[in-house]
């Protein structure tokens, strides 16, 4: 492991909000940034030392890019994955392509937490057919939920099958084709753990932020949140294997699904910083971004223990037309992401209430 020199450039794949926040994350601890977008005057991108708009498939643009950088990161899924092994091929790619890989197929994640991590998934089967469909219903009941196996986020791209009368519907819904079933989690409450590896193999964990979801979207994020079921020990074991199984490097999102009982069940990864962990950006703590630029570039952890809890709410649409006022509030910090155009569904920015000493 290499330790990066003040002034070195990171490279970020992708000029959204997330990019936006580990550029600043970057700039504070002394590193240029260079961001690399389809479209220009991004958020990331105007913020950036560097920007180069061009699509993920120009393959020179790609390797101009990485000669130009010390090291790179992307700061959501979709990247394509030819543009990550190209990349890789000329700079250190973190996370790397497995991690991408892993994370692009729904199918291909299950079956790796299931099997490589040996981590606690719900029952799932690849679906190809109505008769398929059918079969899974019947195999391991109602209500199932049929979900397409890439391209989807914030409830896109997935139905929920309540009986076997909706499998006809839900079926031709989607597709069709290249789809999972996985049976419902009947949980009592959604958490994350937000975590970082780094290329040294040491793992930090933040604590349990529970989780409310609102239309499919994250609404609200409270961290440090109770633990009556006495589970964080085990998630934070579980995410650990998942982290060491994918040798991953950098900040990773690990959402949960708690049962009664204490069962715990993964509902899915995200290989990226993640927006359950934007709390951490005001708790008196390193913040997810500095972490993860931390873990890419070599440099030592910071504390991942908050001297605050808080309660991260997303901004949604034209709620963005709020962070002034909300900002004037005692213990309150909004942060506003700075997208040039407000659309309903938008993430926007979100705002950070401080409820008191963690």
Request: charged share 20%; glycine share 10%.
């Amino acid at each position: 492991m290499t330790k990066l020199p003040k002034g070195a450039t990171v490279g970020i794949f992708g000029g959204g909000q997330l990019g936006r926040m580990l550029v600043q994350a970057a700039h504070g601890l002394g590193y240029k940034t260079h961001v690399f977008d389809p479209f220009n005057d991004t958020p990331a991108g105007r913020i950036a030392d560097t920007e180069t708009t061009s699509p993920y498939e120009n393959k020179q643009a790609v390797e101009t890019f990485a000669a130009n950088c010390d090291v790179l990161t992307y700061e959501f899924e979709n990247i394509p994955l030819a543009t990550i092994k190209l990349a890789a091929h000329i700079t250190s790619v973190f996370p790397d392509a497995l991690a991408l890989q892993t994370s692009h197929d729904r199918l291909i994640e299950k079956t790796f937490l299931q099997d490589q991590a040996g981590a606690p998934v719900v029952d799932f089967a690849p679906i190809e057919s109505m008769a398929a469909l059918s079969e899974f219903v019947r195999e391991f009941g109602a209500p199932a939920v049929l979900k397409t196996r890439r391209f989807g986020y914030d409830g896109k791209g997935q139905v929920k099958v309540t009986s076997e009368r909706d499998v006809k519907a839900g079926f031709a819904r989607l597709g069709g084709t290249d789809l999972i079933a996985e049976s419902f989690a009947p949980f009592v409450r959604e958490f994350s753990i937000i975590a970082a590896r780094g290329q040294d193999g040491e793992i930090a964990c933040y604590p349990l932020t529970e989780n409310v979801h609102k239309d499919h979207r994250l609404h609200t994020s409270i961290a440090p949140t109770g633990d009556p079921q006495n589970v964080k020990g085990e998630a934070q074991a579980i995410t650990r294997r998942i982290l060491q199984a994918l040798n991953y490097v950098g900040t990773m999102g690990v959402e949960f699904f708690e049962l009664a009982g204490g069962k715990l069940i993964v509902n899915e990864i995200a290989p990226r910083v993640h927006n359950s962990g934007h709390w951490t950006m005001d708790a008196g703590c390193t913040d997810q971004f500095e972490q993860h630029i931390r873990a890419i570039t070599g440099m030592p952890f910071g504390a991942t223990q908050p001297k605050y809890a808080v309660k991260m709410t997303n901004l949604i649409g034209d709620e963005i037309l709020q962070a002034d006022a909300l900002a004037k509030k005692p213990n309150t910090f909004a942060h506003n992401y700075d997208k040039r155009e407000i659309k309903p569904g938008r993430k926007m920015g979100h705002v950070n209430e401080i409820l008191g000493q963690a």
